[in-house]
């Protein structure tokens, strides 16, 4: 921000504050809104408005259509309007601006894919090869198979699993307590294989790398430390790479998965989207889509006339 001028700073300070300490926004989704509003200010000072208070829809507009011959994609290009809105909302209610430039500001309309889902085959296949790694890997095999038992079990994001202490596992009645987005705290069970696995990883695996470092963390690395979401995402596609034919998805897919698996198996769409820790029902539907998807391709490998 350091060629920014003044006014666009302080902006973009203050918004950063908002966001962390009175949205209570993830450090990621913080860093994601100043990303993004830095590209518009600069993009907004080449225009000569060096004030965020000037800022205009032509201008809002501009720096998107700037976006789009860059190549952005569609769904970028939605983020950056969202995050636009959210600023230009903002300055207005705080007086820094007399009037809501993004109001009227919309969205390129993404194409939604849907995601990669594994099959129950895929699932069993990940787990019983976990499972055997454990004679040859030991801990660390204790500790994938645990990692992979509880993402799948939950459906929880990446960042909630590395985020986890032992405290917030009730073992007994087989629930974790998981902190969402926006610092939102919501309780999530999970089965008797997943349970299994964790109390395995408890008793005889985490014991061999805990340090002073490792603290109340549930999953740990080698050398002690909490794991990482990167290491976290590391050890799914290597245990995946080691199941023949199965896709090569990370945590979000086993998070789309367990979702998939839920609708599948009946569960209803709100207890799902409570489980996801989705704000809104919307986002948890297109798990219904992914159903509905493969469902119809089932029909045509087997219906003679489909």
């Given at each position: 921000?350091?060629?920014?001028?003044?006014?666009?700073?302080?902006?973009?300070?203050?918004?950063?504050?908002?966001?962390?300490?009175?949205?209570?926004?993830?450090?990621?989704?913080?860093?994601?809104?100043?990303?993004?509003?830095?590209?518009?200010?600069?993009?907004?000072?080449?225009?000569?408005?060096?004030?965020?208070?000037?800022?205009?829809?032509?201008?809002?507009?501009?720096?998107?259509?700037?976006?789009?011959?860059?190549?952005?994609?569609?769904?970028?290009?939605?983020?950056?309007?969202?995050?636009?809105?959210?600023?230009?909302?903002?300055?207005?209610?705080?007086?820094?601006?007399?009037t809501d430039a993004g109001a009227l500001l919309a969205s390129p309309k993404s194409r939604r894919e849907l995601p990669v889902v594994l099959g129950h085959d895929d699932i069993r296949a990940l787990i019983d090869a976990t499972t055997e790694s454990i004679l040859?890997?030991?801990?660390?095999?204790?500790?994938?198979?645990?990692?992979?038992?509880?993402?799948?079990?939950?459906?929880?994001?990446?960042?909630?699993?590395?985020?986890?202490?032992?405290?917030?596992?009730?073992?007994?009645?087989?629930?974790?307590?998981?902190?969402?987005?926006?610092?939102?705290?919501?309780?999530?069970?999970?089965?008797?294989?997943?349970?299994?696995?964790?109390?395995?990883?408890?008793?005889?695996?985490?014991?061999?790398?805990?340090?002073?470092?490792?603290?109340?963390a549930l999953f740990i690395g080698t050398r002690g430390g909490r794991l990482d979401q990167r290491m976290a995402r590391r050890v799914v596609h290597e245990r995946l790479a080691a199941v023949d034919g199965g896709p090569d998805v990370g945590p979000h897919g086993?998070?789309?998965?367990?979702?998939?698996?839920?609708?599948?198996?009946?569960?209803?769409?709100?207890?799902?989207?409570?489980?996801?820790?989705?704000?809104?029902?919307?986002?948890?539907?297109?798990?219904?889509?992914?159903?509905?998807?493969?469902?119809?391709?089932?029909?045509?490998?087997?219906?003679?006339?489909?």
């Amino acid at each position: 921000m350091s060629d920014l001028s003044e006014a666009w700073s302080s902006a973009l300070a203050d918004f950063e504050h908002h966001l962390g300490a009175e949205r209570n926004l993830s450090t990621h989704s913080v860093r994601a809104y100043l990303t993004d509003l830095t590209r518009l200010a600069e993009h907004a000072t080449k225009l000569g408005i060096d004030d965020p208070a000037a800022l205009t829809l032509r201008s809002l507009r501009s720096h998107l259509a700037t976006q789009q011959t860059l190549g952005r994609a569609r769904t970028t290009l939605a983020r950056r309007a969202t995050s636009t809105r959210v600023f230009t909302a903002w300055l207005n209610r705080t007086g820094r601006a007399h009037t809501d430039a993004g109001a009227l500001l919309a969205s390129p309309k993404s194409r939604r894919e849907l995601p990669v889902v594994l099959g129950h085959d895929d699932i069993r296949a990940l787990i019983d090869a976990t499972t055997e790694s454990i004679l040859e890997d030991g801990p660390v095999g204790l500790r994938d198979l645990a990692l992979i038992e509880l993402l799948y079990a939950t459906g929880i994001r990446v960042g909630e699993l590395c985020g986890l202490d032992i405290d917030d596992l009730d073992r007994e009645r087989r629930v974790v307590r998981v902190l969402g987005k926006g610092r939102k705290e919501r309780a999530v069970p999970y089965g008797a294989p997943a349970g299994d696995a964790v109390a395995l990883w408890l008793e005889r695996g985490r014991l061999a790398f805990a340090t002073e470092a490792s603290g109340a963390a549930l999953f740990i690395g080698t050398r002690g430390g909490r794991l990482d979401q990167r290491m976290a995402r590391r050890v799914v596609h290597e245990r995946l790479a080691a199941v023949d034919g199965g896709p090569d998805v990370g945590p979000h897919g086993l998070r789309h998965t367990a979702a998939t698996h839920l609708l599948e198996g009946g569960a209803d769409l709100r207890s799902v989207q409570e489980i996801l820790g989705h704000a809104s029902l919307g986002t948890t539907q297109i798990y219904t889509h992914v159903s509905n998807e493969r469902l119809r391709a089932a029909y045509r490998l087997a219906h003679p006339r489909a």
